[in-house]
């Protein structure tokens, strides 16, 4: 895509990138509310978002082929963001409380 058509299709689609900014939002004030609880939906989120990242660049890997000649890099990609999200399906709700700060009060 050239520039106008990337500045056209950005402002047809605001509300997409306002939508994201308020999902994100929300996301941060649950984290601050309830952080045990947020911490398995986060590992489901980042799980899906690897999957779907990853599927998403094997299929333009594949389709990019003809045309781009390091359509290689898109397959690594996707093969390490499907290797993660596997990685985070299977690895125990344990390994993942290292990234929540605890709160004691000592």
């Known amino acids: 895509m050239i520039p106008a058509q990337i500045a056209v299709a950005v402002r047809h689609h605001w509300w997409l990138f306002l939508l994201r900014g308020v999902a994100a939002l929300a996301f941060g004030v649950l984290t601050l509310v309830w952080p045990g609880a947020t911490l398995v939906v986060l590992v489901a989120f980042v799980a899906a978002y690897a999957l779907?990242?990853?599927?998403?660049?094997?299929?333009?890997?594949?389709?990019?082929?003809?045309?781009?000649?390091?359509?290689?890099?898109?397959?690594?990609?996707?093969?390490?963001?499907?290797?993660?999200?596997?990685?985070k399906a299977m690895a125990?709700?344990?390994?993942?409380?290292?990234?929540v700060p605890s709160r004691s009060s000592s």
């Open 92 to 99: 125990p709700p344990e390994a993942h409380l290292m990234n």
């Open 52 to 87: 779907v990242d990853g599927i998403g660049a094997l299929v333009y890997a594949f389709q990019l082929r003809p045309v781009f000649d390091r359509w290689w890099v898109l397959l690594v990609q996707g093969l390490i963001s499907g290797a993660r999200a596997f990685a």
